[in-house]
């Protein structure tokens, strides 16, 4: 080794020793002819006090930030009153008798110091430099540790690690597959896996009953926060089990990895919510349990509140819903008036509300509270004096889940429910199997297409394809969908009438996936699993708001890599290997000034 401690690792019992040690230069002071180097790496840093004749000619005044320097010399304790507390070396200094400058370094295009202060093009074009700052060392050392903390339960627990192709069969999962010219079968193409789902459940059949696998998985897809066109997941099967045996298994782990990780607690077991609960209590499918403001129907009290706005929207097939927001009466109007653009952008025509007062209620809404059925609004929602009850009202019951469901999270945040650092997980489960496709008006899966139907909704399979429900499952971590499975379709029948339902003909079904169906008549076990988003749950576990502060490398918005500026062109040659060729780009004519109203 070039070394022989790290710059973390010296302490008293050091004293005297001989070391060599390699890092970067944290800082320079100039003491007399003397400089002192806190020299640093991922493991710590340490003071180093080097002379000149330690480094020879005129070295000693080129030392600058984030140089590497090799330093070879004697442990020695440092004199009392220059003791640093703030350091685990903080005992202890380095005497160099042999320096050397092994990487150079001018000047950085932006101070590491300023961290999240800098804007996120520069810190990820330069992110090795921005890698460097202890801070961000330490959200990698945290992804390691839970990706450690997952093998060492799952281990324990009898899941073999094995993997699956990367280039594969291009199937219909739900989103665009990214695609892979073969050049040995030219005109053909293999696909990136959005995820193992298939190749896991042939696991299951082979007889590997307990599968595992920190996997990458690739979808082509419109970006956001917590959303990157490649990302990892710790992929879970298991054969001969249900819904709980998953959850608990997952419960489990979990308790597991966060004590591991942070050294926090958990409670177990989890919430259970269904789909339907989530989306009319918390209007979510991926609820922020940390809050306990709850949404309430109240569609069945219009008629007796001779309110227009209500009865209309419910006789437009739409609903009405509230929520009561304790201590909210004493905002002022202002105040409330300014949640309205909140619910507005989802959609919604406006924002409804009213004050309970020691007289009664008090605000626009209050005039249509006088009878029975205000009575029966106002005891549902156990309102007390001080508080604030806000309502949405719509014909498509969509934008009023959408709009309350927005609104209770910025009230949490208002409120001062979301209490930094508290884990608060939950299920949520008995999803819809299908989707209606908004274009076709098809069918289509809301997960993927071997989730296997509620057994109680079986009838309703070619009838009422969208009541039926799904044995799939999310888990949920302060409002973020952390992973997602389900039990899946082990019987050859049952897979080809979902197959139907969707859409997808007897030949489509054999052509995309006939390795799956004929395996399924070869003995196939009841059998479910699951998939974790290891960088959204990095990302919470780490403190953070987006996933690319937990990835290495990540793409913008735009799909494009800021380090290296992939993707770009390739060669013609490149292309005809691969039996493709470039087709001419139309040059766009320039827009004139005066038509465009715009500098062209």
């Not at 330690?54 to 005044?61: F, M, N, R, V, Y």
Request: net charge negative; charged share 30%; with cysteine.
């Amino acid at each position: 080794m070039l070394r022989t401690h790290t710059c973390g690792e010296l302490r008293i019992d050091q004293v005297d020793h001989e070391v060599t040690l390699i890092g970067w230069i944290n800082a320079v002071r100039d003491h007399g002819g003397l400089k002192f180097v806190d020299l640093r790496d991922r493991y710590g840093r340490i003071q180093v006090q080097i002379s000149p004749e330690s480094i020879g000619g005129d070295a000693l005044e080129t030392l600058r930030f984030d140089q590497v320097l090799k330093v070879t010399g004697s442990v020695m304790e440092r004199p009392d009153g220059m003791r640093n507390p703030k350091l685990e070396t903080g005992d202890v200094e380095v005497i160099a008798t042999s320096t050397e400058i092994l990487g150079e370094c001018p000047p950085l295009p932006f101070n590491p110091d300023s961290g999240d202060q800098v804007n996120d093009e520069l810190r990820f074009r330069y992110r090795f430099i921005d890698m460097r700052r202890e801070e961000i060392q330490r959200r990698f050392r945290l992804r390691s540790d839970m990706q450690f903390a997952m093998r060492q339960y799952l281990h324990g627990h009898d899941f073999l690690d094995l993997e699956t192709p990367m280039l594969t069969k291009s199937t219909p999962e739900g989103a665009r597959d990214f695609l892979v010219p073969s050049r040995q079968n030219p005109g053909e193409f293999y696909a990136l896996p959005q995820s193992p789902q298939i190749f896991k459940q042939i696991f299951m059949i082979s007889g590997f009953d307990r599968y595992m696998q920190v996997v990458r998985c690739f979808r082509d897809e419109d970006l956001r926060a917590d959303r990157q066109p490649e990302f990892t997941q710790l992929d879970l099967e298991m054969a001969c089990i249900d819904e709980s045996d998953i959850m608990g298994l997952v419960e489990g782990l979990m308790e597991h990895v966060v004590k591991e990780v942070t050294g926090k607690e958990v409670t177990l077991p989890f919430p259970r919510l269904s789909y339907k609960e989530a989306m009319l209590s918390y209007g979510s499918d991926s609820p922020d349990m940390r809050s306990d403001l709850r949404i309430q129907e109240f569609s069945d009290l219009v008629e007796g509140l001779e309110f227009k706005v209500f009865s209309g929207a419910v006789d437009s097939g739409g609903a009405v819903r509230g929520m009561r927001i304790p201590g909210g009466g004493q905002w002022s109007r202002k105040e409330i008036e300014s949640l309205e653009p909140i619910v507005k952008q989802q959609g919604a025509g406006g924002l409804a509300w009213f004050k309970m007062t020691d007289d009664g209620p008090a605000g626009p809404v209050s005039r249509f509270l006088a009878g029975a059925a205000g009575e029966e609004l106002i005891q549902r929602l156990g309102m007390e004096p001080g508080d604030l009850a806000c309502f949405v009202a719509d014909g498509q019951t969509r934008v009023v889940v959408n709009s309350l469901g927005q609104l209770r999270k910025e009230l949490a945040i208002k409120l001062g429910h979301i209490e930094p650092g508290v884990l608060n997980f939950c299920w949520v489960e008995e999803f819809p199997l299908f989707d209606e496709d908004e274009e076709t008006g098809q069918p289509t899966p809301c997960h993927h297409p071997f989730t296997c139907p509620h057994p109680d909704d079986l009838g309703n399979l070619e009838s009422k394809p969208l009541e039926v429900r799904a044995r799939a499952y999310d888990l949920v971590l302060n409002g973020f969908e952390v992973g997602g499975g389900s039990i899946r379709i082990h019987q050859r029948e049952l897979q080809e009438r979902v197959f139907t339902a969707i859409g997808i003909t007897a030949e489509e079904a054999e052509s995309k996936f006939g390795f799956l169906l004929e395996a399924l008549r070869f003995g196939a076990p009841p059998h479910g699993g699951i998939a974790l988003g290891m960088d959204r749950l990095a990302m919470i576990l780490a403190g953070l708001e987006t996933i690319r502060e937990v990835i290495a490398f990540p793409k913008t918005q735009r799909g494009t890599c800021q380090l290296t500026n992939a993707p770009d062109p390739v060669t013609t040659d490149q292309l005809s290997e691969v039996g493709l060729m470039k087709e001419p780009v139309a040059k766009k004519e320039p827009v004139a000034e005066e038509e465009s109203g715009e500098d062209s």
